[in-house]
């Protein structure tokens, strides 16, 4: 099985067309993740994602939301705790602050990124 970090996800979701290298990368995350092989996710990642998406890129609640519905689908994709990230979701849905359903079952988790504007989210 593989595990993927914040950036195979970030790349796989975010597209940044201004940087070759970010594009790149974005292909490269797209072959690993449609590739069907088991892949794992951990908490701490998911809660960086969510964290680069809405605190970084300024992604919406309803964009993160779907990020996340589409991560869930991937039948290959094993998320570490995903119960809770179901729950956040629905409390995201409700309403509610996602970010904060998440952050209640983890630790703090540092990183530095280079922002981008452009979004590449699934279909649906």
Known sequence: MIGLDTN????YYIADESDAEATRQHAAAHRLIESGQALMVCKTVVLELEWVMRGYYGFSAQEI???FHHLL?????????????????AHGEAG???ADALHTQAIATATVWRRSTTRNLPDG
């Open 65 to 67: 939301a779907v990020v």
């Open 73 to 89: 689908s991937l039948s290959h994709v094993m998320v570490e705790d995903r119960d809770t990230l179901a729950q956040a979701l």
């Open 8 to 11: 195979v996800l970030a790349r």
């Open 96 to 98: 509610l602050d996602m």
